[in-house]
C-alpha cells in the first residue's frame, strides 16, 4: 500500500471520529500545529519517523506532545496508534488528506 493510500485512511476514520467526539475544524488546526511543529525542530522529526528508534521511545514522545500541546483525544488517539503501529512518516500526507476530507465535509 502506497503512503498516500495509507495516509488516506487514517485521515478519513480521522474525520469520522471528529465529527462524532470533536470539533472537526478544530481537529485540523491540531494537525497543522503539530505538523508545524514537527517541520520546525528536524531533531524531533528525525526521532519519530526513524525506523531505528524504538516504537516505545516513539509512544512516550508522543505522549509528552499530547500532554504539552494538550491536543484533543481523536487527535492523540491517532498519534498514539500511528506510533505503535511505527507510522508517523505517514503525518504529513494524513494532513493534507485530512484537510481535502473537511474541505469536503463543509
Not at 32 to 41: A, F, I, P, R, V
Not at 52 to 78: D, F, M, N, Q, Y
Request: aromatic share 2%; hydrophobic share 45%.
Amino acid at each position: 500500500m502506497s503512503v498516500r493510500a495509507a495516509a488516506t485512511r487514517y485521515a478519513r476514520a480521522l474525520l469520522d471520529v471528529a465529527v462524532k467526539e470533536a470539533d472537526p475544524e478544530d481537529v485540523g488546526r491540531e494537525l497543522d500545529t503539530l505538523l508545524n511543529l514537527l517541520t520546525g525542530h528536524a531533531e524531533l522529526q528525525r526521532v519519530l519517523t526513524n525506523p531505528a528508534v524504538p516504537v516505545a521511545g516513539k509512544i512516550g514522545v508522543i505522549g509528552e506532545l499530547t500532554s504539552r500541546l494538550t491536543l484533543s483525544k481523536p487527535v492523540g488517539k491517532l498519534l498514539r496508534l500511528l506510533a505503535e503501529r511505527d507510522r508517523l512518516v505517514l503525518l504529513p500526507d494524513l494532513v493534507a488528506v485530512y484537510r481535502e476530507r473537511l474541505m469536503d465535509y463543509q
